[in-house]
T-cell receptor, first 110, second 114 residues
Framework: GQQLNQSPQSMFIQEGEDVSMNCTSS?????WLWYKQDPGEGPVLLIALYKAGELTSNGRLTAQFGITRKDSFLNISASIPSDVGIYFC??????????FGDGTTLTVKP | ETGVTQSPTHLIKTRGQQVTLRCSSQSGHNTVSWYQQALGQGPQFIFQYYREEENGRGNFPPRFSGLQFPNYSSELNVNALELDDSALYLCASSIDTRAGTEAFFGQGTRLTVV
């Protein structure tokens, strides 16, 4: 089945630093999504990408849909303590079926 | 808060038993998707319901079944529970089935099978 490789698995950074994480796949996806999940909560959508090459920002977050449609990255600039959480990428195929990565756990030290 | 509510929040069952989990979708949403999230992993797609019909299924055995009601709320049923079924079960509702349509997740039901 489809699999997404998300990296890094975890990150420990200082407040104010920039963060970058990415997802790669052996399959092509039509849509890439980035979610954040806090403890005890369901994932919350951060950014949706619909076209190969698309670069989209949402505040301090920027994500790109790779040209090959097999990868995506998420950048967070000037991290703050509330950025702590688990970040997931997800790809949607033609049938609308979603495949999630295993997440990047972000810890921000004040 | 997304408006998607799941019940119960926590549940403990014995191996071999059956369980029913419930999800109320956000107002105006006719599509519900169910996911299984094991500890330390991303959510795995189980199936999706659109207007009371199954509209896509992931790699889960037939003992995972579902229903969607006329008010678009949904149930996930799991028969013959196994220890590996212990996980967080998430439902997500969206306004329709189009790929990329924003899905809003509930807080999940934590199922423990002993």
């Amino acid at each position: 089945g489809q699999q997404l490789n998300q990296s890094p698995q975890s990150m420990f950074i200082q407040e104010g630093e920039d963060v970058s994480m990415n997802c790669t796949s052996s399959s092509i996806f039509n849509t890439w999504l980035w979610y954040k999940q806090d403890p005890g909560e369901g994932p919350v959508l951060l950014i949706a990408l619909y076209k190969a090459g698309e670069l989209t920002s949402n505040g301090r977050l920027t994500a790109q849909f790779g040209i090959t449609r097999k990868d995506s990255f998420l950048n967070i600039s000037a991290s703050i303590p509330s950025d702590v959480g688990i970040y997931f990428c997800a790809g949607l195929d033609n049938a609308g079926k979603s495949t999630f990565g295993d997440g990047t756990t972000l810890t921000v030290k004040p | 808060e997304t408006g998607v509510t799941q019940s119960p929040t926590h549940l403990i069952k014995t191996r071999g038993q059956q369980v029913t989990l419930r999800c109320s979708s956000q107002s105006g949403h006719n599509t519900v998707s169910w996911y299984q999230q094991a500890l330390g992993q991303g959510p795995q797609f189980i199936f999706q319901y659109y207007r009371e019909e199954e509209n896509g299924r992931g790699n889960f055995p037939p003992r995972f079944s579902g229903l969607q009601f006329p008010n678009y709320s949904s149930e996930l049923n799991v028969n013959a529970l196994e220890l590996d079924d212990s996980a967080l079960y998430l439902c997500a509702s969206s306004i329709d089935t189009r790929a990329g349509t924003e899905a809003f997740f509930g807080q999940g039901t934590r199922l423990t099978v002993v």
